[in-house]
């Protein structure tokens, strides 16, 4: 981890729960415990709610102030987070995301001279957003020459050099000096320049603003190569226009700002917790709203955080006309989901097949959500559209194949799951996803035994920590009658994937067979307590009242010869 890295994570605090009882009587005790534990769930609305009724009655608890601040800060409401974080400032304390909130409220609101004066109370963020924010405010104030020695100087600090360019050639650009930016695009830098997305669109639009858009192409092309996001794709099909595209990167000191906390919440994503990620990818999309990547961003961490009404919402604010408005309504799709109205996403996608209807991810996607709504017909028929548009050579084309031959297995359409899944494998030949589905519902259907254990066998070594494939590996040997390898790779999936209700009634079978009646009946009542499905429990119970043996007769099929029982 870089040092500027650690500057910034070295104050992950707030919602990360620690800190004292509040005093005074016990309803403030309760809310306090109340918001903790929504703190704690991530339910953001709730955690405000309770820390601020906590703090009426101990107004100047700094862990209550700064765990009510993030909560309003992730609920994307910062006009009931600002007054907080000028409390805590106040009080003394010393809040990294106090000071990052008073700072996007002085630049919101052109309030230049507040970011000097807080930094010189010691109000700091970081040394790179210190930096930085000190030039875009002297270029708030008009003051250009002031800005330039600024980011000169965040440009000779150690491992901000890239940054302190990249801000530098923003702040040129946005005065119409797009030689001088230019210039700094293209100087010597040692190790090269790093490019961001907007950066590297920044680079484009000024060398557009200079006549050169074929070199504006090239560049494009060297960073995104021939799949570039919508966003890009329109900006080079109006470059190969010969279009003279307006600069509209960075066009203030607010979007540089919020470029800034965007970046850092890239930055850090992978090290700090998703909550602490939050705070600077909403201080992003509050100073710059129509900055579509960081709303992206705020939406996929309220996602990843189970928060979907708030990932939902955020989502929505992406523009129509926004060249990205299909992803982010593919994310609403998928984040009203998972918060189980499957109806609403269903509604969402079919919408997009209107509005975007030569887009086959849209299709796979509505494929995807039909699927697991188990509206299998209408998801082959929006798998088979997508396949349509797919161009031959997609590498997207093997999962399609995939996912539309699970639902024509669902319902009982063997040759089309079957074709699908070869269809898959021609063109990925050893994923071992489509290995073992394949392999296993040939096993489950008793045909070609020998080609699905080799698919299995090599689906298992390319994920042999893969509980659902160890187990059709088992399962298949059990099949084959080879009962002693069944258990061994049975035991080893139950171990993977210990409250697997369809593992463990797998293990007690390949258990029975080499007669260990005693723990083959332990595994079937495992399997039972994990809630298997109403067939099999019923299938389950008659074997442990009866054995495997007497259930498969009953069933047209010949009893197992028990190791070291009767023939």
Known sequence: MTVLKRSFLGAVTGLIISGAMPASADQDAGAYLAGKQAALANDFAEASRH?????IADPSNSFLLENAMMSFIALGDFA???PLAQDIVDSGYDSQIAHLALMSAAAKGGDWASIFNNLDMGRQVGPLVDGLSQGWAHLGQGD??????????VIAADG?????LTHKAYALASVGDFEGAEAIFSGPVPGGMRYSRLSVIAHAQILSQLGRNADAIAILDGVFGDAPDPGVAQLRAQLAADEAVAYSAVRSPAQGLADLFHVIAGMVRDDAPKQF????ARAATYLWPDNTPAVLMTAGLLEELEQYDLANAAYASVARDDPSFHAAELGRAEALRKAGRQDAAIEVLEALTRSHPDLPDVYATKGDTLR???????AIAAYTRALELYEEGSSARWFVHYTRGIAHHKIDDWPGAEA?????????????????????????????????LGMIETAAAARPDNGAIVDSLGWVYFQLGRY???????ERAASLEPVDPVINDHLGDALWAVGREIEARFQWQRALSFDPIEEEIVRIRDKLQRGLDLVLVDEGLAPIRIASGDD
């Open 80 to 82: 009931r987070a600002f």
């Open 372 to 378: 697991q709504a188990e509206r299998y017909e209408e």
């Open 160 to 164: 901000m050099m890239v940054y302190g």
């Open 420 to 452: 699908d899944f070869r269809a898959a494998l021609a063109l990925d030949p050893d994923h071992p996803q489509v290995l073992n589905y394949l392999g296993y519902s040939l096993v489950e259907r008793g045909e070609k035994l020998d080609e699905a």
């Open 484 to 490: 002693e390898e069944a258990v061994v790779h049975l």
């Open 144 to 153: 250009v020459t002031r800005a330039i020695e600024n980011f000169d100087a």
């Open 51 to 55: 820390f601020s009724d906590s703090l």
């Open 277 to 280: 990620t939050l705070m600077y």
